[in-house]
Nanobody, 123 residues
Framework: QVQLVESGGGLVQAGGSLRLSCAASGRTFSTYAMGWFRQAPGKERQFVASITRYGVTSVYPDSVKGRFTISRDNAKNTLYLQMNSLKPEDTAVYYC????????????????WGQGTQVTVSP
């Protein structure tokens, strides 16, 4: 199994940037594909980004494409999400998640989750 802990959330003005981190421990980090999801109050959990085990392929929904970048450092057992040009609609709790699948964007394919970190974007 793997344990995940997110950090880096906070309050930022629209147009600003944040970098989220997700520290992994337990089983070898590079054996997992990783993802970022978010959930705003009263809304369903939403896919934000995913990356394959060695970072060769990443996937984004149109809502964040060109603004967010997912990356990983397997030597540091850490996943990142660089968020630029933030908008108020990006406000949510952001979660990192791990899966044994090679590539997926569906939250039900990710059995391992962190506790989440709050991102708030003011107008």
């Amino acid at each position: 199994q793997v344990q995940l802990v997110e950090s880096g959330g906070g309050l930022v003005q629209a147009g600003g940037s944040l970098r989220l981190s997700c520290a992994a421990s337990g089983r070898t980090f590079s054996t997992y594909a990783m993802g970022w999801f978010r959930q705003a109050p009263g809304k369903e959990r939403q896919f934000v980004a995913s990356i394959t085990r060695y970072g060769v392929t990443s996937v984004y929904p149109d809502s964040v494409k060109g603004r967010f970048t997912i990356s990983r450092d397997n030597a540091k057992n850490t996943l990142y999400l660089q968020m630029n040009s933030l908008k108020p609609e990006d406000t949510a709790v952001y979660y990192c998640a791990a899966t044994d699948r090679v590539r997926t964007t569906y939250d039900y394919d990710f059995p391992y989750w962190g506790q989440g970190t709050q991102v708030t974007v003011s107008p």
